[in-house]
């Protein structure tokens, strides 16, 4: 009697340790579902949307091309590496606990939030982090716990990789037409509008020159130069979007004359525009002779709703005045 004691007293004792270890084990081990941020297929992603409090970004492929807001051609490099970040997401860890309320918190007051689409199917990912060299957590929705991620390759913050601002996104081409696609070049020189200027380019490829203003017929121009001028517009690249502070700048810009204004028609109808101005240097400093900047210009296209800094030597030969087309010899 006293042996089968022993025994049920043995086999409670391991029912007690096995239940101790799976709670324990159930504890620690991470939650498949709530750690499972990796997408190995990223290649078949069809749309993904990044959004904060103040700004929205969604990436949408169409016809095999990357669409900004449905609106810009985006960088395909950039979204290559969006992509491609989806795949080599890693989970390092949970939050800490005594870190998880306050991460929760932040999450619900300053969401980068991202909406991934890919055939039927939809992820969601709330991402945080405090920036520098801080970690970056990760929340998928539905979940309640946030995760310490990395990004497998990647030596920086993971969050700085999932930008909201659209310009980050945008192509940084200002112009970029073949020769033969053009059919008129107008270029209006504010301060000197004796050199203003129409060029036009009929469709067997004859050029003609006009005044501006006043639309008058200029004999004798060197055609050899005027196919140099238009093949300057074959991928010009400007600098950058505007940032934030910049931006503040765009209703004084808009009720301000130009410095520069270059539009282009292609032999489709469609315009292309840049109205430039100069960049005060100087702007608040008790001077009395204004100073601007001599390497970069602000513009504005797509119909003014948009600013741009482009350097000047992208542009300058773009900005011709009207006897660039008479030959010197």
């Keep these: 009697m006293q042996k089968y004691r022993l025994h049920i007293t043995g086999f409670i004792l391991l029912a007690i340790v096995a239940l101790i270890l799976h709670k324990y084990r159930s504890g620690t081990t991470l939650n498949r579902r709530e750690t499972d941020f990796a997408i190995t297929d990223y290649e078949r992603i069809d749309k993904v949307k990044i959004s904060s409090d103040e700004d929205m970004v969604v990436l949408e492929k169409e016809d095999g091309h990357w669409l900004i807001n449905s609106r ?7 979204v290559e590496l969006l992509l ?10 949970p939050a800490p606990l005594y870190m998880q309320d306050r991460i929760m918190e932040k999450i619900r007051q300053e969401p980068v939030i991202i909406e991934i689409v ?7 990912y709330y991402v945080y982090s405090e920036g520098g060299n801080s970690p970056t957590y990760m929340l998928r929705k539905g979940s309640s716990r946030p995760y310490s991620i990395e990004v497998l390759g990647f030596g920086g913050n993971a969050a700085s990789l999932f930008v ?8 940084d081409v200002l ?7 053009i059919a008129e070049v107008f270029v209006h020189h504010r301060e000197e509008e004796e050199g203003s200027f129409i060029l036009r380019q ?13 639309g008058e017929l200029q004999e004798g121009i060197s055609d050899s130069l005027a196919v140099r001028y238009l093949a300057n517009f074959f991928y010009v690249p400007f600098e950058r979007m505007a940032n934030r502070e910049e931006r503040l700048l765009l209703d004084s810009l808009l009720n301000a004359n130009y410095d520069h204004l270059v539009r282009v028609t292609d032999r489709d109808g469609a315009v292309s525009e840049a109205l430039f101005h100069k960049i005060v240097t100087n702007a608040g400093e008790n001077t ?13 296209i797509n119909e003014k709703s948009d600013m741009i800094v482009v350097p000047y030597h992208h542009v300058d030969l773009l900005l011709r005045s009207a006897s660039y ?3 010197r010899q």
Excluded: I, M
């Design 72 to 78: 810009f051609e985006a960088r395909e490099k950039a």
């Design 84 to 93: 491609q970040t989806f795949g080599r997401l890693r989970v390092s860890g």
């Design 118 to 124: 890919k055939g039927r199917r939809s992820r969601t």
């Design 164 to 171: 909201p601002d659209e310009g980050y996104w945008r192509t």
């Design 175 to 181: 112009f970029n037409l073949r020769l033969n696609d």
């Design 202 to 214: 009929s469709p067997d490829g004859e050029f003609t020159l006009y005044s501006y203003p006043g």
């Design 288 to 300: 009395n002779s204004v100073k601007f900047d001599l390497f970069r210009l602000h513009a504005l």
């Design 325 to 327: 087309f008479y030959s």
